[in-house]
């Protein structure tokens, strides 16, 4: 079992920055590969972006290519997700997530085990 727990969400005005951390306890959880899935109101949770078990490869979504970078600690097994250069778009709630397996990233369902989320709103 892996417990995840998300923090740093807030409001910013567009263009600013936030970083959200995800704390990993329980067991081996730096043997995991993390993702960031956000949802916001009257959509689908999608992907973000996600790192290897290692940190040594990291993935993105388009929409957040060159403006989020995802990183990880494991000696503090944290996860971290810099976002700069928000847009209102980027308004939902954010998802840190675990994974055994690396590959399929960006597939919800691969991933096994999920924090509770935390909010991230981006005014214009």
């Known amino acids: 079992q892996v417990q995840l727990v998300e923090s740093g969400g807030g409001l910013v005005q567009a263009g600013g920055s936030l970083r959200l951390s995800c704390a990993a306890s329980?067991?081996?959880?730096?043997?995991?590969?993390m993702g960031w899935f956000r949802q916001a109101p009257g959509t689908e949770r999608e992907f973000v972006a996600a790192i290897s078990w290692s940190g040594g490869f990291t993935y993105y979504a388009d929409s957040v290519k060159g403006r989020f970078t995802i990183s990880r600690d494991n000696a503090k097994n944290m996860v971290y997700l810099q976002m700069n250069s928000l847009k209102p778009e980027d308004t939902a709630v954010y998802y840190c997530?675990?994974?055994?397996?690396?590959?399929?990233?960006?597939?919800?369902?691969?991933?096994?085990?999920w924090g509770q989320g935390t909010q991230v709103t981006v005014s214009s």
């Open positions: 329980g067991r081996a959880p730096s043997a995991y590969a």
């Open positions: 997530a675990a994974k055994r397996s690396s590959s399929d990233y960006e597939t919800e369902a691969r991933y096994d085990y």
